[in-house]
């Protein structure tokens, strides 16, 4: 086998519920994912002196990591570490999904790596493998293997399926340069009444809000937009102001819902058909309120071989 092919989706948080900050500094989540069709592909080819290396381009290339600290590299490296491989790979990754967008990018990557060096070195790892390296990776790489839709706890990589039905028409918005995820949640928890005890936290673990869990149990989309919830998306927009006015201009086009994706700053809308989402993206794009505007649906399946 010469060349391996991946494509890896991107993730929106339907719902986002997030307790104060756990002893780790981590912070549990109650989320309900849902992968969307906006891909990076992932290739994997052999490397005969046994090193581990990546080169990106497309979308945000020039501030991707191509040293040891990308997550795909640090993907690969632990696959090889777990299955005792010297062979080496070269990855290359073509990027459509935004830079800390609040979309997994990096996640999706690192997922697609897991599942292209498993086909390239044929390791075989079963899924349960899978699942377990990727939950090193990251909260959300666990989920970007699996896909679909599935309700993540704990740091968001305990995954347990969902009641759903449906597909759903998404635009997407992307801003002019990235937030960071941990100075998102560390904006959260600024707004506290004490030592990591927020003013807005539920007390207990943090539950998706029924609601969401029945709205998509019915695939009504119109009652999703109206569920649609993130706990992170006032910190975000405590950080990017600018936000609110694309927020804005979504409701005015009647988007079923607008929402901050993940820690942002991606702009997420809700449409209530394929016409819709045309409207809503052709509104946007001539906003000038945004860089880009995509349309993606969703659930889609997971990181997955296509060669
Ligand atoms: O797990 P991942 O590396 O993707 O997380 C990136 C950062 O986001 C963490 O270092 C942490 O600051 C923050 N985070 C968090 N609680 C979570 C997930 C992520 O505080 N459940």
């Given at each position: 086998m010469?060349t391996?092919t991946?494509?890896?989706p991107?993730?929106?948080?339907?719902?986002?519920?997030?307790?104060p900050p756990?002893?780790?500094g981590?912070h549990?989540?109650?989320?309900?994912?849902q992968?969307v069709?906006?891909y990076?592909?992932?290739?994997?080819r052999?490397?005969?002196?046994?090193?581990?290396?990546?080169?990106?381009?497309?979308?945000g290339?020039d501030v991707v990591?191509?040293d040891?600290?990308n997550l795909?590299?640090?993907?690969a490296a632990?696959?090889?570490?777990?299955?005792d491989?010297?062979e080496?790979?070269?990855?290359?990754i073509?990027?459509t999904?935004?830079?800390?967008?609040?979309?997994?990018g990096?996640?999706?990557d690192?997922?697609?790596?897991?599942v292209?060096?498993d086909?390239?070195?044929?390791?075989q790892?079963?899924?349960?493998?899978?699942?377990a390296?990727a939950s090193e990776?990251?909260?959300?790489v666990?989920f970007?293997?699996?896909?679909g839709?599935?309700?993540?706890t704990g740091?968001?990589?305990?995954?347990?399926?969902v009641?759903?039905?449906?597909?759903y028409?998404w635009?997407?918005a992307y801003?002019a340069?990235?937030?960071?995820t941990?100075?998102?949640y560390?904006?959260?928890?600024?707004?506290?009444?004490?030592?990591?005890v927020?003013?807005d936290?539920?007390p207990g673990?943090?539950?998706?809000?029924?609601?969401l869990m029945?709205?998509?149990?019915?695939?009504?989309?119109?009652?999703?937009g109206?569920?649609?919830?993130n706990d992170?998306?006032?910190?975000a927009?405590?950080?990017?102001?600018g936000?609110?006015?694309?927020?804005?201009?979504?409701r005015?086009?009647?988007?079923?819902g607008?929402?901050?994706?993940?820690?942002?700053?991606?702009c997420?809308?809700?449409?209530?058909g394929e016409?819709?989402a045309v409207d809503?993206a052709?509104?946007?794009?001539?906003?000038g309120?945004?860089?880009?505007?995509?349309r993606?649906s969703?659930p889609?399946h997971?990181?997955?071989?296509?060669?």
């Open positions: 010469t391996v991946v494509r890896a991107a993730k929106i948080n339907l719902g986002l519920s997030v307790g756990r002893p780790d981590y549990p989540l109650a989320t309900v994912y992968a069709a906006l990076d592909e992932v290739k994997a052999p490397a005969p002196d046994g090193t581990l290396s990546v080169s990106v381009t497309g979308e290339h990591p191509l040891a600290t795909a590299v640090r993907a632990l696959l090889a570490k777990r299955f491989v010297d080496g790979v070269a990855l290359s073509h990027k999904i935004p830079v800390a967008g609040g979309l997994a990096g996640s999706t690192a997922a697609g790596a897991l292209a060096c086909a390239l070195w044929g390791t790892a079963t899924r349960d493998d899978l699942l390296l990776l990251g909260s959300d666990p970007c293997l699996v896909g839709i599935a309700v993540g740091r968001g990589d305990q995954l347990s399926s009641l759903a039905r449906g597909s028409e635009v997407l801003a340069t990235g937030l960071s941990p100075q998102v560390a904006e959260l928890d600024r707004v506290a009444i004490g030592p990591g927020r003013a936290a539920a673990a943090p539950e998706v809000a029924e609601p029945a709205a998509l149990r019915s695939g009504d989309p119109y009652a999703v109206l569920a649609l919830h992170l998306e006032a910190p927009l405590r950080l990017r102001p936000l609110r006015r694309t927020l804005d201009l979504g005015e086009l009647d988007a079923l607008s929402m901050v994706s993940g820690s942002g700053p991606t997420l809308f809700l449409a209530s016409d819709h809503l052709v509104g946007l794009s001539s906003s309120t945004c860089r880009l505007v995509q993606a969703g889609v997971g990181a997955r071989l296509v060669t």
